[in-house]
């Protein structure tokens, strides 16, 4: 997988674009900054996003193309973000340290996902969030972007187990129109969650 993304973002192009993703960028309008962590981050355009909101941020990904695509993207808008090449599968955050934990599109094998959601929990201060939106398992039948495998798509109930600690205040399965690069184009149905930290 690795060498896969690699690959993929070796090129010029922005595989999924420069701009945020539409779910996040509503949601943090609604929140203060502070401290935040993006997970599989990619080619940065979500990280760069929060950097320019005046976000502390730190990005997590396995793929050096990656950090070179997120980086540079970064000096173009005039912010840093703190990107580590790590592979999810070894690397843990800093426990009740983060106000917000970003999961845009990453689909991991279940029990790889389900101990990246948990750290991702840990890693909330109390009153911090999850922000995620992934491709729901109906999704297999669209050409607009994902896994094409339905072992490595999202259902609600997935959710519900894996952040079942946190208080929910959204999960939804919805259809959109993807609008993200090449890669992300067109109807897809995706689910969005954001889930709080309790305090105390």
């Known amino acids: 997988m690795k060498g896969t993304w690699n690959t993929r973002y070796t090129g010029t192009e922005f595989i ?19 401290k935040i962590l993006f997970l599989g981050e990619g080619e940065g355009r979500n990280a760069v996003y929060a950097a320019t909101l005046g976000w502390d941020v730190d990005a997590v990904d396995f793929s050096a193309s990656g950090k070179l695509k997120a980086d540079k993207l970064a000096a173009e808008k005039g912010v840093k973000i703190n990107y580590c090449v790590e592979d999810l599968s070894t690397y ?3 426990q009740n340290y983060y106000n917000a934990v970003v999961l845009i599109y990453l689909h991991l094998e279940e029990e790889l996902r389900e101990k990246v959601n948990q750290k991702a929990s840990a890693a909330l201060k109390p009153d911090g969030r999850i922000i995620m939106e992934v491709f729901e398992k109906e999704q297999i039948k669209n050409s607009s972007g994902g896994p094409k495998s339905i072992e490595l798509l999202y259902s609600l109930q997935n959710i519900v187990e894996d952040f079942i600690d946190l208080d929910f205040e959204k999960l939804s399965k919805e259809t959109i129109d993807l609008s ?21």
């Open 92 to 94: 843990t955050p800093k």
């Open 16 to 34: 999924y674009g420069t701009e945020p993703n539409q779910f996040l960028k509503y949601e943090l309008s609604k929140i203060n900054s502070g």
């Open 180 to 200: 993200e690069g090449e890669y992300h184009k067109g109807r897809a149905i995706v689910i969005r969650f954001v889930g709080v930290k309790p305090q105390g």
